[in-house]
């Protein structure tokens, strides 16, 4: 009997031991979970100031094309057809984006006996070494159901297309056009700095055209946002790619 009870004893004391260890272990965890917690919001804390930098001091805005002193006409236009299938491609003074104090614009017009994809390039393409962001347009047209591409040539020296919009709408717009991960504007050969080149366009005619219909866009102020290509910032070892 006595032996009975000294066991009970022993066991009782076992239990006791394993609460004990059990309530320890428990502790260690909540510790562990408090510390990860407050690391984190440490983390947090510091590179909010990183994550929230206002980067738009690091811009600058420039005119590509704005169309008032440069002449333009159906020199600017490459296309397939003959020149009696070229569109009519002059400078406006009565269409003007309502946007910016402009006083003169491209315009563009070609009937549905003339409906076909042409080319319009600048005489003096625009170029850049900083990196390019971003080009903003100032559009008019008249939902003609015709596309506009960009036409421009990065660091790999090739020419690229890049749609800027379909012609489904009427009246003016203003566009922006972010190219940063549509070309390649990093510098492939060591101490040679690279240009982005704009071109010009790439107009693509609808399939077809109702008879007697005609397609009218214009093309006013051009201006590309741009940084310099490698920047560290002031105070953070962080370099913006």
Do not use: C
């Not at 320890?24 to 979970?33: H, V």
């Not at 491209?106 to 971003?134: H, T």
């Not at 717009?173 to 492939?188: A, F, M, N, P, Y």
Request: charged share 30%; aromatic share 12%; glycine share 4%.
């Amino acid at each position: 009997m006595d032996l009975r009870k000294i066991n009970e004893t022993l066991v009782f004391f076992e239990n006791m031991t394993e609460i004990k260890n059990m309530g320890r272990k428990k502790s260690k965890i909540d510790l562990l979970k408090i510390f990860s917690f407050i690391s984190l919001t440490g983390i947090f804390i510091l590179s909010g100031p990183i994550l929230s930098k206002d980067l738009s001091g690091i811009y600058k805005e420039y005119v590509v094309q704005d169309f008032e002193t440069e002449v333009f006409g159906e020199e600017n236009v490459k296309a397939k057809l003959g020149p009696d299938f070229s569109p009519e491609v002059r400078i406006s003074t009565v269409f003007r984006t309502p946007e910016r104090e402009s006083e003169k614009s491209l315009y563009i017009e070609l009937s549905a006996e003339k409906n076909q994809s042409f080319q319009i390039l600048f005489k003096k393409p625009w170029s850049s070494k900083e990196f390019v962001k971003e080009f903003k347009f100032h559009l008019y047209a008249n939902d003609g159901g015709g596309s506009l591409f960009v036409l421009v040539r990065d660091s790999t020296l090739d020419q690229k297309k890049i749609l800027l919009t379909h012609f489904n709408f009427s009246g003016w717009k203003v566009l922006s056009l972010d190219i940063t991960r549509k070309v390649r504007q990093d510098d492939l050969v060591t101490h040679k700095n690279s240009e982005l080149v704009f071109l010009g366009f790439l107009y693509e005619a609808p399939f077809e055209r109702k008879r007697g219909t005609r397609e009218v866009f214009v093309i006013d102020d051009i201006l590309a946002k741009t940084r310099p290509k490698y920047l560290l910032f002031p105070s953070e070892k962080a370099l913006v790619k």
